[in-house]
């Protein structure tokens, strides 16, 4: 059994669908309720088993950096108010010492080219790659679903949804050869296909379970889609060698890298949290229905 221990959290991207807020807080810490969209992706993958977190990050992002640094002088304060909720808060974005490792990618040349850049600290093993904008509600977390099933299905593994087809064009969508169940092989993979040419709808999602031998075809690509190095097309080199599975996981997924899905997101999550789920029920109901009367 080879066991999925890492994780790559490529984070180096501009974000500017979030300009202005993103001209000085990086996109991953833009929050989702009350924690920022990079603690929910690295919870996701401590829940996978994973125990080293590798960042790729780039210049304005020390925000991230500082967010998983011990506050030794805000918990001393809090201890002596006795807040004890916003104690227990902090401790979740604790990690243990030397897990952590953050990588610069000098230029956002693409997501292909950084992954490319945590090929010594992954060395010769499987990994997995969150896209942290990619929040997904799940009963069982995604990754933790996609790492039971890689056991019996080796090879790269994508996440998988199925999309409307209009919206082809935002994703790389699967040429898929046969189903069984949750796993779909894979034929190739097409990046940001328009609704005509798409071979399917079934679209990846920012979740990768990736074999090493990855690294040598991320060397070998040439730009791509967007005039960017994309990890698709380095999973297509790799295709005849390693094989490739998309996984169809059992869970909501919402694009918190857009406006409009972080909205959608806040909504699913404040929904879910019993403390707030009461006040947020009453406000959306009066909002969105205000001929129905709420006691
Ligand atoms: P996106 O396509 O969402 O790009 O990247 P972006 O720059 O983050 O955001 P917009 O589109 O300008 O609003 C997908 C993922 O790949 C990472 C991003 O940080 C994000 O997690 N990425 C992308 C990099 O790490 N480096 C790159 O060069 C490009």
């Known amino acids: 059994m080879t066991r999925i221990r890492k994780a790559v959290f490529p984070v180096a991207g501009l974000g500017t669908r979030f300009l202005p807020a993103t001209k000085s807080v990086p996109k991953e810490m833009l929050p989702l309720l009350d924690r920022p969209l990079i603690q929910y992706a690295v919870d996701e993958a401590r829940a996978a088993g994973i125990e080293e977190f590798i960042f790729i990050t780039s210049a304005g992002k020390s925000a991230l950096e500082d967010y998983f640094d011990t506050a030794a002088a805000l918990e001393m304060r809090l201890e002596r108010?006795?807040?004890?909720?916003?104690?227990?808060?902090?401790?979740?974005?604790?990690?243990?010492?030397?897990?952590?490792?953050?990588?610069?990618?000098?230029?956002?040349?693409?997501?292909?080219?950084?992954?490319?850049?945590?090929?010594?600290?992954?060395?010769?093993?499987?990994?997995?790659?969150?896209?942290?904008?990619?929040?997904?509600?799940?009963?069982?977390?995604?990754?933790?679903?996609?790492?039971?099933?890689?056991?019996?299905?080796?090879?790269?593994?994508?996440?998988?949804?199925?999309?409307?087809?209009?919206?082809?064009?935002?994703?790389?969508?699967?040429?898929?050869?046969?189903?069984?169940?949750?796993?779909?092989?894979?034929?190739?993979?097409?990046?940001?296909?328009?609704?005509?040419?798409?071979?399917?709808?079934?679209?990846?999602?920012?979740?990768?379970?990736?074999?090493?031998?990855?690294?040598?075809?991320?060397?070998?690509?040439?730009?791509?889609?967007?005039?960017?190095?994309?990890?698709?097309?380095?999973?297509?080199?790799?295709?005849?060698?390693?094989?490739?599975?998309?996984?169809?996981?059992?869970?909501?997924r919402f694009d918190c890298g857009s406006i409009q899905g972080l909205i959608q997101a806040t909504v699913a999550f404040g929904l879910d949290r019993p403390d707030l789920c009461e006040e947020f029920d009453k406000f959306v109901h009066q909002r969105f229905f205000p001929w129905r009367s709420i006691a």
Do not use: C
């Not at 807040?83 to 230029?107: C, H, N, V, W, Y």
């Open 81 to 252: 108010a006795g807040k004890t909720e916003a104690l227990a808060a902090l401790g979740r974005t604790r990690m243990p010492a030397g897990t952590l490792s953050f990588i610069r990618q000098d230029r956002p040349k693409g997501l292909g080219h950084a992954v490319s850049l945590a090929r010594r600290l992954v060395g010769d093993e499987p990994f997995a790659v969150l896209l942290p904008d990619d929040v997904i509600r799940a009963p069982r977390p995604a990754l933790a679903q996609m790492v039971d099933a890689y056991e019996h299905n080796r090879g790269h593994m994508v996440a998988t949804m199925t999309v409307p087809r209009a919206k082809t064009a935002s994703y790389g969508v699967l040429d898929v050869l046969s189903e069984n169940g949750r796993i779909a092989k894979v034929r190739g993979l097409v990046e940001k296909p328009d609704p005509g040419k798409a071979p399917s709808a079934k679209a990846v999602i920012g979740r990768y379970i990736l074999e090493p031998s990855i690294f040598d075809k991320l060397d070998m690509i040439t730009p791509g889609s967007g005039g960017e190095l994309q990890l698709t097309d380095a999973i297509n080199a790799d295709l005849s060698t390693a094989g490739v599975s998309g996984y169809r996981f059992s869970g909501e």
